[in-house]
């Protein structure tokens, strides 16, 4: 009995994974393939493109227009490495956010400087203490009139 049961076991998982490679394959050839023929690796991993704003936007808990104030340093949060930025709200399209917030955005991309207009696309962190983070994969944008529209188009 004992042997059928770990075999019955090992057969449910070997089709587990199957079916999660399966699907993995499906949702990369599911979008366009890039220049070079293969799928975004970040696509396929996040399930929208990171390079479209419009995906983003509809991604987010909050999408806003927010000058920065300052840095505020670095720290993990949910085992990923954050910079941390303390910003102005001046347009909130998407969320509540208003005022002065604390974002996060992944280490390891160009630095916003201070005094410069964003497009914030975050999501809340568990922690209200913690703030937001900008979506996954998706650097901010500089604010202008292009992203400035894809704010305001931005699903509320």
């Given at each position: 009995?004992?042997?059928?049961?770990?075999?019955?076991?090992?057969?449910?998982?070997?089709?587990?994974?199957?079916?999660?490679?399966?699907?993995?394959?499906?949702?990369?050839?599911?979008?366009?393939?890039?220049?070079?023929?293969?799928?975004?690796?970040?696509?396929?991993?996040?399930?929208?493109?990171?390079?479209?704003?419009?995906?983003?936007?509809?991604?987010?808990?909050?999408?806003?227009?927010?000058?920065?104030?300052?840095?505020?340093?670095?720290?993990?949060?949910?085992d990923?490495?954050?910079?941390?930025?303390?910003?102005?709200?001046?347009?909130?399209?998407?969320?509540?956010?208003?005022?002065t917030?604390?974002v996060?955005?992944?280490?390891?991309?160009?630095?916003?400087?201070?005094?410069?207009?964003?497009?914030?696309?975050?999501?809340?962190?568990?922690?209200?203490?913690d703030?937001?983070?900008?979506?996954?994969?998706?650097?901010?944008?500089?604010?202008?009139?292009?992203?400035?529209?894809?704010?305001?188009?931005?699903?509320?």
């Amino acid at each position: 009995m004992r042997i059928t049961r770990v075999a019955a076991l090992s057969a449910v998982a070997a089709l587990t994974l199957a079916l999660a490679l399966a699907g993995g394959d499906w949702n990369g050839r599911r979008h366009p393939a890039g220049a070079d023929g293969r799928a975004d690796l970040a696509e396929s991993l996040t399930g929208y493109d990171p390079a479209d704003a419009g995906q983003v936007a509809a991604t987010a808990d909050d999408v806003f227009v927010a000058e920065v104030l300052e840095t505020a340093g670095r720290r993990i949060i949910d085992d990923v490495d954050w910079d941390l930025y303390r910003v102005r709200v001046a347009e909130s399209r998407k969320g509540d956010r208003a005022g002065t917030v604390r974002v996060a955005v992944e280490h390891g991309g160009p630095p916003l400087e201070s005094g410069a207009a964003y497009v914030f696309a975050t999501n809340r962190f568990p922690r209200p203490a913690d703030g937001n983070g900008q979506v996954a994969e998706a650097a901010p944008r500089p604010a202008g009139p292009g992203t400035s529209r894809t704010a305001r188009a931005a699903p509320p």
